[in-house]
């Protein structure tokens, strides 16, 4: 069955998991791997009675009018008004409506990236999924570049674009958004209230630019519903990250899905230092209680399902 099967010592160990992060429970062979094509289709259809991401990865015009206002998922006291910049932008219809695709790429943050040589592999995936805006460019031969749906949480205005203080900043990031073309830009604007102007600044730049970049913006009940899926499965996760949510998204669309760049530890196997993001100096911050994620515990789920087919999960090389 399409249950993970992770039993509860190993949850209630998620927090040792980092310590143990050398150990052998993370080692995953890629040599040999095989997906597993009927476990696929069982999490595609455990997933589906939580949520359908075709419907779920977007809210959509009809779902609002100008002048609406709305409670914060993660924050329920306070509002948002929908202006109408933002109303402008929503999609007529799910960006992902009668999308399917052989091989997809998830490809998370890690500096586990860095001297990968996985570009090349990462590009020549069907569809390549990317999180928070990284930059690709200058990383080409790691990371690639193809990118036909990225994330941007709205933190990510005042970490890499200076929060827009400067016009070079906005230059800067109008030119980050120029280099996607027509792909999907997903902004989870409605989980917690602190981001407003950042996205109100983004949609304003799209609109006055005229960029090609597809906007989405999650449904109010997408992260319960992972959450839920998820802890159905006994892996209890308070806040899927936004490389989990990617991962659970894309099991709708894409019959393999390969992920990169996950490894949500300050060493590989070989105790040499990783940084936290493969392009920026941030340090880790999620091994402490008040951390909002428990990325070692879903890297571990995930391994779990790379041993099992589910998934492929690469952290070594690629060539
Ligand atoms: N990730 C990982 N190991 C790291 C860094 C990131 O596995 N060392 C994965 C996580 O699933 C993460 C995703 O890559 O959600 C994207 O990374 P990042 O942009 O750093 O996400 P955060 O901002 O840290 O977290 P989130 O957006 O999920 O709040």
């Not at 040589?117 to 990371?143: M, Q, T, W, Y």
């Not at 993001?277 to 008040?290: G, I, W």
Request: net charge positive; hydrophobic share 40%; charged share 25%.
């Amino acid at each position: 069955d399409g249950e993970l099967c992770l039993s509860r010592s190993l949850v209630n160990s998620s927090d040792k998991i980092t310590r143990k992060a050398g150990s052998s429970i993370f080692q995953h062979s890629v040599e040999g791997w095989k997906i597993n094509s009927s476990l696929v289709l069982e999490i595609r259809k455990n997933i589906l009675r939580f949520l359908d991401a075709e419907r779920d990865v977007s809210v959509v015009k009809s779902s609002f009018k100008p002048g609406d206002v709305i409670h914060y998922v993660l924050d329920r006291r306070r509002t948002l008004n929908i202006s109408r910049d933002l109303h402008s932008l929503l999609p007529e219809v799910s960006p992902m409506k009668n999308r399917r695709f052989k091989t997809c790429a998830v490809v998370g943050n890690s500096g586990i990236l860095l001297d990968s040589e996985c570009g090349k592999e990462i590009d020549s995936h069907n569809f390549v999924i990317r999180c928070n805006l990284a930059p690709v460019v200058e990383f080409a031969a790691d990371v690639g570049t193809k990118s036909d749906f990225i994330t941007m949480n709205p933190s990510v205005v005042q970490r890499a674009f200076g929060g827009f203080r400067n016009e070079s900043d906005r230059e800067k990031f109008v030119h980050r958004l120029s280099m996607l073309n027509d792909s999907v830009l997903w902004i989870p604007a409605f989980m917690v209230k602190g981001g407003e102007k950042h996205v109100e600044w983004v949609n304003a730049l799209i609109l006055k630019n005229k960029l090609k970049v597809r906007t989405a913006y999650p449904s109010l009940r997408l992260i319960h519903a992972v959450r839920g899926y998820w802890l159905t499965n006994k892996v209890p996760i308070k806040r899927p990250s936004t490389g989990l949510l990617m991962y659970t998204l894309a099991t709708r669309f894409c019959d393999e899905i390969h992920l990169y760049g996950f490894w949500p530890f300050p060493k590989d196997l070989n105790g040499k230092p990783v940084k936290y993001h493969y392009y920026d100096d941030l340090k880790y911050r999620y091994f402490s209680n008040a951390s909002p994620h428990r990325m070692p515990l879903e890297f571990k789920t995930l391994n779990v399902l790379h041993n099992r087919g589910a998934l492929k999960l690469t952290t070594g090389k690629c060539v």
